[in-house]
């Protein structure tokens, strides 16, 4: 079952070691079937040169084991929150990617300072609330996944398709599985200049709203030209 | 028609990669042919990896497609703008490479502060004004441009052969695109370690005018002497 | 004697290596047998690439040669005083990873900043105080692992597996030397993240001790549930 | 004639590759005959992979090119300088490796923060004096030696290898060229963790003399007691 999805979430979680995204088991990929309403997940710890799409895991959206003879990731109940919040969505990444993860443990939203963040999110990049204590004693991955829709209360998932977990690390998702890794590519690399655009001038202020407009709409716009047809 | 152009041009693009100065798509070589008044330029968001010479896109100077399928890059009326007002140079790249691009985020020049500067660049690498709102709303490509010419009313480009566009990223040229990518590695390096030293010490000056002088010109000047004749 | 301690001894001071954890020969690891009193550690000074297993010293518990033709690194004595102290702990690495030794010499604990720190070391990574004279002049490699000893009198070794030595550099421990490589890797990732997120914001504040219990616990605890059974 | 210290001088200049020491050709190395006081030296300009054992330079101690059909390094005349001065010294490695030479531009010596450091240069890594306008203008080169030689009245360059040129980068030496290679790569490996030390805490003091001395010591000392006899 799911042989195709499997496929492309074995590929995505092996393409965080070529992109240089994870150390050890750092991070874990999914994708769901919409129709089947089964999500298929990275098995906890297992090393990325030992997955097989065999070993892939299915579960429902409650996180019921459907197929696979090992534990899905810890992180499972934080990808079903978002996948049954945000329909939009097809793939999710988790990782603890070095620069997103520095902004993550410093509590900051990541500024929109320049054309390449405006280029594939519209806006800065939210970051959580901390958790309560009573929501990391109870059901705290899920409630991971909850104060993230939280913070999308009045934020588009298409138009911002990563999330800094506030002492944690970024969520990032796409239309599959391969999307939401590109996406914590760019993720990594605008956080890495956000970085430094700051340590150079710790007073400087965001793009203006019309640059933004600009960037992410010639290429996510309907009337987008970037690319070919 | 400009086969050995386009050669180069795709060559120019491959090395983007290989220097590591581009992630995914985020970059794009050009070179012109003065005597036909064509450019040659990378298509719009085609991975390196599948780009080959019969891809390049030959466009006039007024940004007629005049060879090619594809949809040319969306910066290349930025591209155009330089070559009408810059008749020195022969090749243009354009990156988001993370140290060059910070310091554009962060809107500032780069100063001299060492001999490697001065080795490559004649004085400070200039950053341009930030673009008014009209002029992004219309024609924003070629404004981009103009914004560049506008600052080198007392500069030449063959001293200066970098520049950063403010909020957005490096322009860098050269006799030929192999050049330009040459230049754009070289800024890189320069835009890295201006940052370190600027963190060294917040109060550093930059480098005398003689300095500046001396390396630049031993390199570059009529009676340089660096290299072999 | 020893074969298969030697033979993982070898390959551990390897990944130190692979792991670029070291520059030439900066890093040393061992492995003790507690049957046999009897600990397996890296020649002194020589590279990597020519490390055999026949090459690799065993010394007892008092830093006797028992075997092996050449001197055993210089760092010995700091070993064996934590195999002497910390009876739960199989391997020792230490080297002078770049991340981890730039806190050391800052002479700085690395606080708490985020639930990468927390899945693997339960709390801050204490760093030494500094040796008094007369521990540098006299049995200065014990007397390194003396202050480290001191330092843990309420620690457990088990719950936090690395330690910086003031000025100095990590020494990092695990069940066997694999695992304390592995535990290598992580303190220097953890160290990196840590600078960068204070770098971002002076005035941070460490994880709160509910979300540490939460992440070492989840992974460490007797009712852990990360990874497979 | 020399064919075996060509190899040599050969060999260090593709090791400045190897180690990332060098972007293009900024670097160059050279390799002394004390009997013949002739210097064999890397030819200006051109390209490390171009570089064969025939196309090195043989120059006599007041830079006539005694072999060779290729112009010498450009920076020639300051090896010269370090040699004609200091006796001890056998092979001379210029580059502008990126964190060394950052400290070069911000015009500071290196601190000794920690062991690192201490077993391999004893002291501060001392920071010239900027070269007057009329050194600049005059016999800049050898100047640029002068200044080297001035700052090591009360230098041993045995137990000080290394110097960095203020504004323009390091210079660094050995009893061979090999050595001399080795000695870059650790003084660029110290410089970048002095760098993120004086990041984390701004008021840092060095090491103390005591430490300083069992550290360099113990390895360079009489009674040196690291590695194999």
């Keep these: 079952m799911l042989k195709k999805i ?17 150390t050890f088991t750092w991070g874990n990929v999914s994708e769901i079937d919409r129709n ?8 906890s710890g297992v090393p990325y040169h030992e997955l097989t799409r065999e070993k892939m895991v299915v579960v429902d959206l409650k996180g019921n084991v459907v197929e696979g003879n090992l534990n899905p990731s810890s992180d499972t109940a934080t990808h079903l929150e978002l996948y049954n919040n945000f329909p939009e969505i097809g793939g999710i990444v988790h990782t603890h990617s070095p620069w997103a993860t520095s902004w993550a443990q410093a509590g900051k939203e990541i500024p929109c300072y320049g054309t390449t963040h405006a280029d594939h999110f519209y806006g800065n990049v939210p970051c959580t609330r901390k958790l309560k204590t ?26 911002m398709t990563a999330v800094l977990v506030n002492g944690h690390g970024p969520f990032v998702w796409g239309d599959d599985s391969h999307q939401a890794v590109k996406n914590s590519v760019i993720l990594e690399e605008v956080a890495k200049m956000a970085y430094h655009t700051e340590q150079l001038d710790k007073d400087i202020t965001q793009l203006s709203c019309t640059l933004l407009d600009k960037h992410f709409l010639r290429k996510h716009g309907k009337n987008s030209y970037y690319g070919q047809n």
């Design 134 to 159: 009573s929501e990391i004693k109870k059901d705290y991955e899920k409630k991971t996944g909850s104060v993230i829709v939280e913070k999308f209360i009045n934020i588009n998932p298409e138009d």
């Design 36 to 43: 089947k309403n089964c999500v298929v997940i990275k098995p």
């Design 6 to 22: 499997k496929e492309a979430v074995l590929k995505s979680n092996l393409l965080l070691t070529e992109y240089g995204l994870v």
